[in-house]
């Protein structure tokens, strides 16, 4: 058998200050179908919820416009406020029934919408508030400035963005602390990989959606069943385990519906890729 990787980091400080378990819980999908409107058996979501909190995650991912509003309400039915639980939501992108996602970077909006999030979420403060997607029609700054604002304001611990270039992610460390980005990243889709290097850099963290896309593509996927298949586990952990591999600052956070879903997703944090996994695992990207 190949010698494992190093051993990586199974703990990240969010602001420096907030340490969670590096593989979280995603919450997008315990909405209704196409995420809009409230699931088919909330309670059952409720369960999905409480039971990856059980496995030992202690950070989970939503956002205002998942629903819109049911996925945070969710959360602070099933959650509450726990002090051992970080949460982390978005704002910036409206939702409509046709399925669209909308940016709105508005600052009034913005300002409005983490009221919304707070009353939701059950919570005084909110751990991690992202701007979710910069708005074309709106001053990137003076969004952020929104954030800050937010911020200052004791409405939330820290802020993070999403869907951001490098250039924008120093433009908005200039105004305010980011604690996170989080960007589409997965092992067969790494066109931020400049993202993610800054985040090293920078001891941000980074926070990859979509990150079992790749599962489905026709290059990654075979590597990832050959892979899987070694290691007697799914293609879905094994894309997990190389992105909590592939870098320290990385905070994967898979979504489901379903609780025997989840318990398979988070027995990925325990997978260790060999070197051999891993250099096949790199070598998806400059097949692309």
């Not at 959650?79 to 709105?104: F, I, M, Q």
């Not at 979420?121 to 991690?128: E, M, S, W």
């Not at 999403?162 to 790494?190: F, K, M, P, W």
């Not at 896309?213 to 996927?221: D, I, S």
């Amino acid at each position: 058998m190949s010698p494992a990787t190093t051993t990586r980091s199974e703990t990240f400080d969010i602001g420096g200050d907030l340490t969670v378990n590096r593989l979280g819980f995603g919450a997008m999908r315990v909405t209704g179908e196409d995420i809009i409107g409230r699931p088919a058996d909330e309670e059952e979501a409720k369960r999905v919820l409480r039971r990856a909190v059980e496995l030992g995650v202690d950070f989970v991912d939503t956002a205002d416009s998942y629903g819109p509003g049911v996925s945070e309400r969710l959360i602070g039915e099933a959650l509450g406020d726990p002090d051992d639980v970080v949460v982390a939501s978005k704002a910036g992108l409206l939702r409509n029934r046709e399925g669209d996602w909308l940016p709105h970077g508005d600052p009034d909006f913005l300002k409005n919408q983490v009221l919304c999030s707070l009353d939701r979420l059950g919570a005084d403060t909110i751990d991690l508030y992202q701007f979710h997607r910069p708005d074309p029609d709106t001053d990137f700054e003076a969004s952020v400035h929104a954030f800050a604002e937010m911020k200052d304001a004791g409405q939330i611990a820290h802020v993070g963005l999403s869907n951001v270039t490098v250039e924008q992610l120093e433009t908005a460390t200039e105004i305010v602390d980011i604690a996170t980005v989080q960007n589409r990243y997965n092992v067969g889709h790494r066109d931020d990989e400049d993202v993610l290097r800054a985040c090293e850099r920078d001891d941000v963290g980074f926070i990859p959606w979509g990150p079992m896309y790749a599962v489905f593509q026709e290059g990654p996927a075979a590597v990832l069943d050959e892979v899987a298949e070694r290691r007697d586990a799914t293609p879905q952990q094994v894309a997990l385990a190389w992105l909590l591999e592939h870098s320290d600052v990385t905070l994967p956070i898979p979504g489901t519906s379903s609780v025997e879903h989840l318990e398979t997703n988070v027995a990925a944090a325990d997978l260790s890729l060999t070197d051999e996994d891993m250099a096949a695992l790199d070598e998806i990207d400059l097949r692309a």
